[in-house]
């Protein structure tokens, strides 16, 4: 069995950890784990396979649930030797980045590494994925037409 993380842990952390390493670039999860030096022994208990999952939208973002549609997705779990286990989803066909983020999943468990690893790995990650969120935002904006004050200038 998992040991607990530790108390040490700010809660929903490792939530918010597996969430920004799933949604990550591959490539660039891949570069910043070698940066950050670790190579714990581990065992892998389910190796990377590829599968479907159903994904729900909501009508008008918070009314009745319905069927978007299927997505594929890559799963991992692995075990360090000194017996956290992690788990690892991520969107896509990835087995390399589903069990990369299952092995950064266990070793966050340990008190140990939770500051290389927020600092080295999920803070970097974070704020790319912020400054995409923001160019994507700025790029809507930018084609953002208002109706209203089309009409009203054109004596309407």
Excluded: N
Excluded at 6 to 13: F, L, N
Excluded at 17 to 46: C, F, H, M, N, Q
Excluded at 63 to 75: N, S, Y
């Amino acid at each position: 069995m998992s040991p607990a993380p530790s108390s040490a842990a700010a809660p929903g952390q490792r939530q918010r950890w597996l969430s920004v390493l799933a949604k990550s670039p591959a490539d660039r999860l891949e570069a910043l784990w070698r940066e950050l030096g670790a190579a714990p022994s581990y065992t892998i208990l389910r190796r990377p396979e590829i599968g479907l999952v159903m994904v729900q939208g909501r009508i008008s973002g918070s009314g009745a649930p319905f069927a978007a549609g299927e997505m594929t997705v890559t799963r991992a779990a692995v075990r360090l030797e000194s017996g956290e286990i992690g788990i690892g989803y991520v969107g896509g066909r990835h087995p390399r980045q589903a069990e990369l983020v299952a092995t950064i999943d266990a070793l966050g468990q340990r008190p140990e590494w939770q500051d290389p690893i927020e600092c080295r790995i999920v803070a970097p990650l974070e704020q790319e994925a912020d400054a995409r969120r923001r160019l994507r935002a700025a790029k809507a904006a930018a084609t953002k037409v208002d109706f209203f004050t089309v009409a009203r200038e054109g004596g309407v």
